[in-house]
């Protein structure tokens, strides 16, 4: 499997640096999208995967944060270029709320990958991949991630082998190339200050 990932760990040009997907699963797009702060029915445009991190803005300015959603049968992929809103435990919780579940990959250039898993509105895991260890709580990992022998060259591949095995989707990275409709969500941190 990690051969159909292996896009994953190419760190030349045209690479990922820095992203967010989650798979989610018992809830609608829409659903989705306002989670994670949006407005389903404001689009902000139609772009590929990667042209969101132009809309992103720089220090001086703001930065802006962008999502992109597709449902895949049961299944919603959210998708956020130099985002993290999907790597954190309260977005999670609600994302897999009533029955729902969760699972999303986050990795940038100062972060090894990072795994979140929710089930009917309970955080499950949130593990880093090199490690295996909770990376902020450092309780035990999820009996699906021990043993688990890791290449560090292939971190990022084996990550997505992990949403596949976890969500049952396979993560198709010609979805990356696809233009959709693109939604404008909130800093997750100011969103999330009031749930503190």
Known sequence: MLER???????????????TVAVVEGMSAED????YGGDPDRVVGEYRFAQLYYL???ERSGYRFHLQVL???????????HGYTGNLPEIARRCSAD????FSVY????????LLQAIDGQLTSHVDLCSGEEPYTG???????????????????????LLEQQTGLAFDHDWLGEVRPTYRIPDPYRMLADDD
């Open 5 to 19: 990932y292996a896009w994953a760990d190419d760190q030349g040009a045209g690479s990922i640096e820095s992203w």
């Open 32 to 35: 989705v999208v306002r989670i």
């Open 56 to 58: 992103q803005g720089d």
């Open 71 to 81: 449902a895949r049968g049961d299944h919603v992929v959210a998708l956020e270029n």
């Open 99 to 102: 029955g729902g579940r969760s």
């Open 107 to 114: 990795w940038s250039p100062s972060s090894r990958p990072q």
């Open 139 to 161: 309780e035990p990992a999820p009996p699906w991630i021990k043993n688990l022998n890791v290449d560090l060259a292939k971190l990022r591949s084996t990550s997505l082998v």
